[in-house]
Structures are given as C-alpha cells and as structure tokens.
C-alpha cells in the first residue's frame, strides 16, 4: 500500500444522513456497529427538531405498540456516536455542495410524506382529501392547516391499504376514545364535534386481493359503539384468490376474518357504522346544484376478477352520497433538488442504495435508505434491511469516496451559525420529548373500566414552539 492509500484506509469516515426516520437511524446505528478498522462519524439531520419520521407523523395515534421501537431507536441516538441535527432542511438550508465539502459520504433517508395521486374527475372538490393530508392532521404535523373540515355524516375512503384502515377508524372512532393517546388538543376538538355515522371504504379488488395487515383489521372491531358492514355481494374468489389464501398465511387469516363478519350478525345499533365494500373501482366525485364545488357524492364502477386476481371493469355503475372522501390510495416520495429522481416511482434512482445518475453509473459518495430508495411499501421493520444493504455498498466504496474538505465536526455547525439556521439537537428533542410528557401528565381523563388515566404525552405541533423548547429559548 503506498502512503496516501494508507492514510486514506486510515482517515475517519464522514458521513451524512439526510431523514431521521426509521431508515436514517437504523442506517447511522448499522454504520457505527460495522466491523472496521477506522472511526466513523455521523451526523443525522431532519427538517424536523422531532426526530422518527413518520414513527411520529405516520403511525396512528391509537396505535401505542409501535411505541416498542420508538423506545429502541431512541436508545440508539441517546449512546451519543450519533450526532442529531434538527430543523435542518435539505435543499433550503444546505445545499448538496454543501454536503460534500463537510462529508466523505451523504445518505438520502427523506422517506415519503404526500399522497399518491388519484385521476378521476372532482377529486379537485371542496371535501375530496389526500389521506396523507389527514395522517399528518391528526398526527399534529406541524406544516398542515391546525383546523379540519369534518362536517361530513357519510365519508368515502379509497384504498384497501393499511392508511385506509387508519385513515377510517380515526374519522369513525369516537374522539373521547382517543383521550388517553398523544393526540393534540385541537384534533381531539375537531374529531369531537364530528357528526359522521357511516365511513365506507372501498377496494378495487376482492377480500382475498386486501392489501391490510391481519392485526390491523382485526382492529377495527376493536372501536366502540362501531358496526361493521359488509356485502354478500363483494365476496367474489377466483383461482388467484384461492392460491393466494392456499399460499399465504395474512391472506388466509384475513380472508377468514371478513368472512366470519360476513356471516355473523355485526348490527348492534352501534350509532357509527364503517362499511367495508369490495370490487368498487373510483370512477368520479361529484357535486350537485345544491353546494357547488362540495363533494356530494362519489361513483364507482362494479369489478370483477378476471382469474388471476386481478379484475375487470363490469360496466355497471354504483353511486354513493357521501360528503367527503380520503383517497387512501399510497404514499408518494418528493423530489430532492440536485438529486435525480424517478417520476413514475417517487423515488431516487439507485441501485441496492448508490444512488445513480441518468446514465445508469453511480455517483459517488451519495447513498439512499428506506421509502425514498425503493418506494412507500413496507413496515418500519423492513427500512432494516435497506439501512443493511445500502451501508454494505458505502463500506465497500469507502476507500474511493470523494474526500470532505472540511471533515472537522465543528466546521459544519460554524455554517449553520454563520446562515442563521435554528439548529437543534438530540439534548433539545430530549428538552422537548420531556416537556410533550408533562403536557400528558397534566391531562387526567376518568376512563370507564379502569378508573383515571394519564396520557403518556400531548404533542407539540407548532414549529416555532418546538424549536423554541429544543433550544431552551
Ligand atoms: C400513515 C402511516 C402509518 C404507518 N403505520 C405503521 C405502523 O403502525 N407500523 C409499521 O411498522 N409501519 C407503519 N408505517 C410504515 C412506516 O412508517 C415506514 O415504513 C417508515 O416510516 C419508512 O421510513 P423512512 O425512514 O424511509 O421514512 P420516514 O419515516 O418518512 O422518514 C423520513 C424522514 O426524512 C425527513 N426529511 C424529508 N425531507 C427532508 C429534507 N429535505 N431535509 C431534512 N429532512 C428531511 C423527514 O422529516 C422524516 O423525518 C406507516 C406508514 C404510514 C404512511
Ligand atoms: N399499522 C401498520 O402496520 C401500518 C399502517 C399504515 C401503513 N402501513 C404500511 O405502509 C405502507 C403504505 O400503506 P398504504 O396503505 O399507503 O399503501 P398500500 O398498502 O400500497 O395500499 C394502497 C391501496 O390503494 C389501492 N389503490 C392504489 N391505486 C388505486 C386507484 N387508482 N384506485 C383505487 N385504489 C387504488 C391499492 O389497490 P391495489 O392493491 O388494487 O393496487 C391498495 O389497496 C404499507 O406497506 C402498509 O402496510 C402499516
């Protein structure tokens, strides 16, 4: 080895990880337990000062198991190998130039946060809502409108994904039941003068095509004072269902779900009704004379399977009054300036995680993890192994990275100074983690079966006062 390729293999690694989700944090952990032989040193960034990504802006409020991993990936960033940075925008504070002047190595982590667009005419209507808008409502996103529109009795979501499933049993839950989760204030006062009765929700295919998580449906049974609804009629299997249910297990147990509501009595007198209809494709969203430019209604057109699961339009069109309606149709990943990008998946080109450019050839020293690498399917979980593949590519390239200039930890925060940039840090999110806390615990709620309940935490939504609390202003 000549003497500057032994102090290259020697030179502490730089590198910079843009998304502090769960595909960032898993990345930087991965990357600091990797067997080497030189130092590492990682800095994490988000344009939030919270970090977690959709962890907090995402996962439903009602949904407290995740907390689970919260708590290990928390653990990971309080070691202190991993430099925090939040309230930190790529592409508005810090430019890809900048990034390479203080690292060997970048990783996009930037996830997905917008809604798949749906092509049928109306869906520009007053009360047609992108799920992902609602998630990030609900979730206390602090770059959404604080106030939401629910006047609507009847509600349409499209989709027979898992955000279908949240975006549904949030609109039709009752808002007193959500009192023990972290929900801000203003959407507990929202979803509390909801007058909705009947959410319905509607998949393109069949019950054996769902593309929900067997606990997850299993869940909306869960909600009080909820019936659920189904129709004999959607219960259609072709030979793709059958070895879809013959081969896999969710499939099966869901299929066996649907089924059993199906044949048992689910009428309670519940006062709000969730209706779960199959083989509906979304043809229009209309208004009437009545309220013009307001969702009055919403057409489908009648599927059927075509034999391998998938269906065919029948001809045949259903129409259902509704007031609103949540296209819960996917996720969509943004477009990063100075990074290519594929329009028709919403992601970075790449391949296994080095990021290519138009040419097909790897540029160097740029990575991607997670939702932005291969598209919003999969649950937290899965941005495990995309964090392992993409650092076993940037292990592998390690000796031939275009070298930081400034690699010198402190030499990026003296930029963020010098541009004015509100920084934060894992201490400040500790700062703010603490004082969401205290909110919760000064919220005490009688809860009928076991006597009074705290809540575990009441979220900051504005961003102003986040990064205020952060930085202990
Ligand atoms: C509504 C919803 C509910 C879900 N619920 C569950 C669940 O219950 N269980 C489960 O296992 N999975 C769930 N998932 C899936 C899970 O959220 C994803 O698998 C996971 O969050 C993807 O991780 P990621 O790190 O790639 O992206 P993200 O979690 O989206 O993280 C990306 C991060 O990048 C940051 N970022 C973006 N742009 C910039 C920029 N320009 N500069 C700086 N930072 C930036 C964002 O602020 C964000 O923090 C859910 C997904 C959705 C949409
Ligand atoms: N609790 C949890 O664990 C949880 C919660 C939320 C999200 N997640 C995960 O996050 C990921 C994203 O979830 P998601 O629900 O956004 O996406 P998803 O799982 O991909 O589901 C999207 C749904 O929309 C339908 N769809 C797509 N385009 C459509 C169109 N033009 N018209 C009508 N329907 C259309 C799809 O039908 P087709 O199948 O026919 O294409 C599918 O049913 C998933 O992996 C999910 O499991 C997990």
Request: aromatic share 4%; glycine share 14%; proline share 11%.
């Given at each position: 080895m000549t003497n500057a390729a032994a102090d290259s293999a020697q030179r502490p690694l730089r590198v910079a990880i843009i998304g502090a989700g769960p595909a960032g944090v898993y990345a930087a952990d991965i990357l600091t337990k990797a067997d080497r032989d030189f130092e590492v040193s990682i800095d994490l960034f988000d344009q939030y000062p919270a970090p977690y990504g959709l962890i907090r802006y995402g996962v439903a409020p009602d949904h407290p198991r995740i907390k689970g991993i919260v708590n290990a990936l928390h653990k990971v960033l309080d070691r202190g190998d991993i430099r925090f940075l939040g309230?930190?925008?790529?592409?508005?504070?810090?430019t890809l130039a900048d990034f390479r002047h203080f690292y060997d190595a970048i990783i996009f982590a930037t996830g997905a946060i917008k809604d798949a667009p749906l092509n049928v005419p109306g869906v520009e209507l007053e009360g047609s809502f992108g799920g992902a808008e609602f998630v990030s409502w609900y979730d206390g996103?602090?770059?959404?409108?604080?106030?939401?529109?629910?006047?609507?009795?009847e509600v349409a979501v499209i989709g027979n994904g898992n955000v279908a499933l949240d975006v549904a049993r949030i609109l039709s839950k009752h808002a007193d039941d959500l009192?023990?989760?972290?929900?801000p204030s203003n959407v507990y006062a929202g979803l509390k003068k909801s007058p909705v009765t009947d959410v319905h929700i509607f998949g393109r295919r069949g019950p054996a095509q769902v593309k929900f998580t067997p606990l997850e449906l299993r869940e909306l049974s869960h909600s009080r004072d909820v019936d659920i609804v189904l129709y004999p009629e959607d219960f259609e299997f072709d030979e793709g269902s059958d070895e879809q249910i013959r081969t896999n297990n969710q499939t099966k147990t869901m299929v066996n779900t649907l089924t059993n509501w199906l044949v048992e009595?689910?009428?309670?007198?519940?006062c709000r009704r969730l209706h779960l209809h199959f083989l509906h494709n979304p043809v229009e969203i209309y208004d009437d004379a009545a309220n013009?430019?307001?969702?009055?209604g919403m057409k489908f057109e009648r599927t059927e399977l075509d034999g391998t699961g998938n269906v065919r339009g029948t001809g045949e069109i259903v129409d259902y009054p509704v007031q609103a309606v949540y296209r819960a149709i996917g996720y969509f990943g943004s477009e990063l300036p100075e990074v290519g990008y594929d329009e028709q998946r919403g992601v970075i080109p790449n391949e296994g995680g080095r990021v290519i450019n138009e040419d097909g050839a790897p540029v160097p020293g740029i990575y991607t993890t997670g939702w932005i690498k291969r598209?919003?399917?999969?649950?937290?979980?899965?941005t495990k192994g995309d964090a392992l593949e993409t650092i076993g590519f940037l292990l592998e390239d390690r000796l031939n990275l275009p070298a930081a200039t400034h690699p010198d930890p402190s030499s990026i925060i003296e930029l963020l100074e010098e541009r004015g940039v509100k920084y934060t840090t894992w201490e400040g999110w500790l700062k703010l983690d603490a004082y969401e806390r205290s909110l919760g615990a000064s919220y005490i709620h009688p809860d009928p079966l076991t006597g009074e309940l705290v809540r575990e935490r009441v979220k900051v939504v504005d961003r102003e006062e986040m990064t205020r609390i952060s930085r202990g202003e």
């Open positions: 309230n930190v925008n790529y592409g508005r504070d810090l996103h602090p770059d959404v409108p604080r106030d939401w529109p629910l006047d609507a009795k009192l023990t989760t972290e929900i009595e689910q009428d309670t007198g519940a013009p430019g307001k969702v009055a598209g919003p399917v999969g649950l937290i979980g899965h």
